[in-house]
């Protein structure tokens, strides 16, 4: 059974930086195609950035493209995302997904 889970969430001031880890299980991470996503209170699902299974190939959403990158160790079965000059509308839920697998999320608040 697959299993994804986020961490490295936290409270950061604007301008700040996070890098947030995702380690999967239960399948052939190696094979498989990674991203991002993100949720705000009250809004939809927002993506954020894919990252091929091996590494070569990104994509960002226009508003974190220069910001944040995407990243992934397929030695240790994991995937990361540094963000940097955080924005407070960066405040979200942000999971790491698989097809329609995501885990349970880890929160990001960015607030002065």
């Known amino acids: 059974q697959e299993q994804l889970t986020e961490s490295g969430g936290g409270l950061v001031q604007p301008g700040g930086s996070l890098r947030l880890s995702c380690a999967a299980s239960g399948f052939t991470f190696r094979r498989k195609s990674m991203s991002w996503v993100r949720q705000a209170p009250g809004k939809a699902l927002e993506y954020v950035s894919t990252?091929?299974?091996?590494?070569?190939?990104?994509y960002y959403a226009p508003s974190v493209k220069g910001r944040f990158t995407i990243s992934r160790d397929n030695a240790k079965n994991t995937l990361y995302l540094q963000m940097n000059a955080l924005k407070t509308e960066d405040t979200a839920m942000y999971y790491c997904?698989?097809?329609?697998?995501r885990g349970q999320g880890t929160q990001v608040t960015v607030s002065s």
């Open positions: 997904q698989m097809q329609n697998d």
């Open positions: 990252i091929s299974s091996d590494g070569v190939t990104t």
